[in-house]
């Protein structure tokens, strides 16, 4: 294939070339949101249930403040070591990916009032976060929540 601009033998743009390296930046930089929402569903990899993968980033005037997925509280069994433990269909073993984030920022003494949660979950099981995680944000001063499709002022 012919590259667009500089005409070389390769891909759309040619990786070696200036302008295709500019083209590029320009063609595929993501705006805020879906950047935040995109680092979200990276940090859903490191989820610990096989049930599905949460991830969550909170984030306040464009910068990180803290992350979380889904799985079980620091030093204990993991729900892909162990199991889930299931009851009323949920597993009681994993903390909610929102829920670690706040927890994340907390520990390392960040404060997060104002901020955005950015959550993905990979099954896109819900429109927005559980009422126990909303909950939590709202106390802890989460204002917006974005998720795959959907947009939340708390």
Same mark, same amino acid.
């Given at each position: ?10 891909? &759309?743009?040619?990786?070696?070339c ?29 989820? +610990? ?7 969550a ?5 464009n910068?990180i @403040? ?9 030093g ?10 299931i ?8 903390i ?11 520990k390392?003494? &960040?404060?997060?009032?104002g ?7 990979? @099954?896109e099981?819900?429109? +927005?976060a ?16 974005v998720?795959?499709?959907?947009e @939340?002022?708390?």
């Amino acid at each position: 294939m012919e590259c667009a601009v500089c005409h070389n033998d390769t891909n &759309i743009y040619c990786p070696v070339c200036p302008e295709c390296a500019k083209q590029l930046i320009q063609t595929q930089r993501p705006d805020w949101d879906t950047y935040f929402l995109q680092i979200a569903r990276v940090v859903s990899s490191r989820s +610990t249930c096989p049930r599905g993968s949460v991830g969550a980033t909170i984030v306040r005037d464009n910068h990180i @403040l803290a992350t979380g997925y889904n799985g079980a509280a620091p030093g204990e069994p993991h729900c892909i070591d162990v199991g889930c433990d299931i009851q009323d269909g949920h597993c009681q073993r994993a903390i909610h990916a929102e829920t670690n984030a706040v927890a994340q920022a907390a520990k390392m003494g &960040i404060g997060i009032e104002g901020a955005t949660m950015y959550y993905w979950d990979s @099954l896109e099981r819900a429109s +927005t976060a559980c009422i126990k995680c909303t909950q939590v944000m709202k106390a802890a001063g989460i204002k917006r929540i974005v998720g795959i499709g959907h947009e @939340l002022c708390l």
